[in-house]
């Protein structure tokens, strides 16, 4: 439904700047249908990460800086412009002038107020991450072994506010618009150097300033290049507003874009220019025969910089550097047949990517990923804005047991323009098998990572250029861990010096890493293990230490903990590089060489970031603590200290039949627990997905919490993430089965036991699989504990989801039938008219939950004259609801019809 179980989280990706290149798409096309209001980061709960173990809801617009118009011309919104205002050389210097004038000010007023008697209380908040006294300010997170394994933070720790502070403001939606409760990062992202070794590390890196993309290294801070004087460039008396794409590694040219229009969640179709950062000019990549720039799908860089490769209208093209020669490799593209570029289901539900093209490291051959979708039904997604009839567009949508799209992998060599097809004879995984992986081992060595179209057994096939043969090297059946298959983190090649690479193994039911020598290795060395995970494979290696970077669970499910491996000495070697102690949740990114990261601690306190060394930091308990912060313009301290912050605490319940559930419960600031509160559920529950972090975080939930004093739980059901396999695996086969039991039972569990709140003021509610597990929860309890419910862009029946997805968990329909029929859909419509009320939203645009979905159910509330429930639709919006002020009008529609809910004006 989204993007990979175990995925990373945007400041866990690659260190190329292929990330940075998508925000500044979403920045090109606010006004568009396709817009998703910076996607996930103002928009977190219609993230779709239902299978991603790490999901990570984004502080805000991670350290963007925003034009203050789109490139159409539009403006863009107040949050926006503050930020680039903050963001702008001068504007810091107005800025500092101005706050020593207020600090003055402020000082004279003190005394004043001081020697009235008048002054109040004081914040004891200061923040000291990585430090002991950094465990949880206002989240409390405990690993007792109590029944309920909650625990309080004691008062002396201190927190965001102080109870007996005065004046204090409640949170609010309009307030978090402004972006009073984010803490805005620090863009950087590691340039890909071809040839790094620890060594010869210097740590280049991309730093976005304004309009400006400067290059700096960590290994000097005093380095600084800016790599174009303005985004707003001219070719042929044409003016584009240009976005960086990709550096090269000579760091003398560069792939920039402009005139960008998003596609679906990881695609886009834009004017791409070659930069050359010395004469600070553009010249496109190609051109057509009438001299026009058309929009490409995308271009990138080959290993060397010696060609770019890119896709137009369906087709691969490949372009020579040094004398301009365009080659066109395939001609067989069409609206059916897509070559190197994904088509809807695989870019959503596979490869979490728009681009299938593969370089081999010596760049004398790619391998690419071919698409025939001739025969998958076509679904037809209207749009309705600005036309007297509605605009169709065709959209290649497969659903369980429907044709899936043909795929094959075809291998292309620069010396004799040949293409060869690896061959799959000896498979026994289906014509319709999916591909996961490709990855060079070698020059000459190919893995790829196939598995039949239900994602339940797995070959590994090896294919050598210099024979053409192609062979499985190893299998994987999913049934040894009772699972399913799902890409945790990509393969990580280990340069040739050592040879092998690195790839995620179950062990013990527990995702980990294992070391494969060869291409052809069937069994690994085993990296690490034990009862916790590993979230995303490797992401960097140090050839120096001999170590490789991961990150890591510990603790308890909510954590993330930055952690070390050698290759040679394996798992005795393993070490973290962060406290264990304390509860908390960190990210990282390595650089080319492996020498630096850029290690971001991202809560349960303010979150930091820093630049460090890896393996100081590995031997220095201070490295972090002794670097220099990021975070420079970080204003969220100072702002929460006028609010009236809720307080969470981490709990797990145990059920009747011994389970454990995971809960995070956040309560109103000031809480009594001699009165009562109204409850919201906040839910997700896909396979392998998880509600609950560690993160800071104060988003609508919080808002909630603050602004109608109401206690919310967020709570994690069986088939959820991070505690292995034993616990996600209750999915299988079940989607609908254990969410909305655990769920219930949970919450009234917590009810019970806590005495404090009011049960005919009770809702959950949920957006996209949340939206279904809302739906599921209000049939399977009939309206006794929960009396009111919100879903937005709701799953309701898994037969009109997509086929890749749901087959995953539940199989072909034919093999699993019953669970279709009980489990995986809305089927008893007459429970809903036991509920007080509900509420359902969708946008008509939605390309992931077709709108569909919700008028099937409607159409069944109809039949069974269910009138209880109010009805919201946003034209033309997508999955994430942001097109034309959508994403405003959701959630004050939300949290207004909540508050009506809560004042009983729905009784």
Known sequence: MARKENSSSPSNSSSSSD??????????????????????GINQFSIDDDDNEDIVYSSGPGGQHIPLNTSNGAPITLKQKIYALLSSRRSKKMISIFTIITVLIWLLMVLMFARKGQMSNTNLYHPNVGSSSDAYDNVTLSNNNNNNNNHTLNEEDGGIVDPDSTDLKKMSLDDERLGLYYVFGYDLSFVDIAGSTTAND??????????????????????????????????????????????????????????????????????????????????????TKKNDIPKLSFAKFSPKFNYVTFVYEHNIYMKKLSDGTVTQITSDGSDSISNGKPDWVYEEEVLASGEAIYWCPDESHFAYIKFD????????????????????????YPKPGYDNPIVEVNVYNLADKSTDTVSHTD??????????????????????????????????????????????????????????????????????????????????????????????????????????????????????????????????????????VGIEAGVKSL???????????????????????????????????????????????????????LIKSNQVEDSLKNYQVPVKEYKQVTLDDGTSIDVIEVRPYNFDASKKYPLLVSVYGGPGSQKLSSEFSYYFDEIVSSSLESVVWYIDPRGTGGRGWKYKSFAKDKIGYWEPRDITEATKKLISEGGYIDESKTAIWGWSYGGFTTLKTLEYDHGDVFKYGMAVAPVTNWLLYDSIYT??????????????????????????KNVERFLIMHGTGDDNVHFQNT???????????????????????????????????????????LEHAFEGMFD
């Open 855 to 897: 008028l099937h159910l409607v159409d069944k509330f109809d039949l069974h004259t269910v009138e209880n429930y109010d009805m919201f639709v946003f034209p033309d919006s997508n999955h994430n609801i942001a097109y034309n002020n959508a994403n405003t009008i959701v959630y004050d529609k939300l949290f207004n019809w």
């Open 19 to 40: 990330s940075r290149f998508d925000r500044d798409i979403e920045l090109q096309i606010q006004n568009s249908r396709r817009n998703s209001a910076v996607l996930e």
């Open 427 to 564: 498979s026994k995984l289906g014509k319709d098998f999916v591909v996961y992986q490709v990855s060079w081992i070698t020059k000459n060595q190919l893995l790829i990572k196939e598995t039949n179209r239900q994602s339940r057994l797995v070959d590994v096939r090896l294919f050598d250029t210099s024979n053409k043969s192609s062979k499985i090297v190893r299998t994987i059946n999913t049934d040894d861990y009772d699972g399913w298959y799902l890409n945790n983190g990509n393969i990580y090649v280990l340069p040739d010096s050592v040879g092998g690479y690195i790839d995620s193994v179950v062990v013990d039911y527990r995702d980990h890493l294992g070391y494969f020598a060869t291409a052809d290795t069937k069994e690994p060395k085993i990296l690490t293990s034990g009862e916790w995970d590993v979230m995303s494979g490797v992401l960097g290696y140090n050839d120096k230490d001999g170590v490789v970077y991961f990150i890591g669970t510990a603790g308890n499910a909510l954590e993330r903990h930055v952690y070390q």
């Open 373 to 396: 979708d001739t025969n998958v039904p076509t679904y037809n997604l209207e749009f309705f804005k600005d036309e007297k009839y509605p605009t169709i567009e065709d959209l290649k």
């Open 202 to 287: 210097e740590g280049y890196y991309i730093h976005r300033s304004g309009q400006s993309e400067i290059l700096k290294k960590a290994s000097d801070d005093s380095y600084e290049l800016k790599l174009y004087n303005d985004n707003s460039m001219t070719y042929n008396g044409h003016a584009y507003t240009i976005y960086l794409k990709q550096l090269s590694s000579d760091l003398k040219k560069a792939i920039v874009v402009a005139d960008a229009t998003q596609e679906w969640r990881h695609s886009s179709f834009a004017r791409y220019f070659i930069l050359d950062i010395e004469t600070d000019t553009i010249e496109p990549v190609y051109t």
């Open 575 to 629: 070490k973290s590089l962060d406290d264990l102690k304390l509860v908390s949740s960190y990210s990282l990114r390595v650089s080319a060489g492996g020498k630096y990261g850029y290690l971001t601690y991202s809560g349960p306190s303010l979150p930091d970031s820093k630049l460090v060394d890896l393996s100081k930091l590995a031997n220095d308990t201070d490295e972090y603590d002794n670097s220099e912060s």
């Open 807 to 832: 087959e995953r968990y539940m199989d072909l329909p034919s093999n699993n039938a019953e669970n279709y029929e009980k489990n995986s859909q809305i089927t008893d419509i007459n429970a809903f």
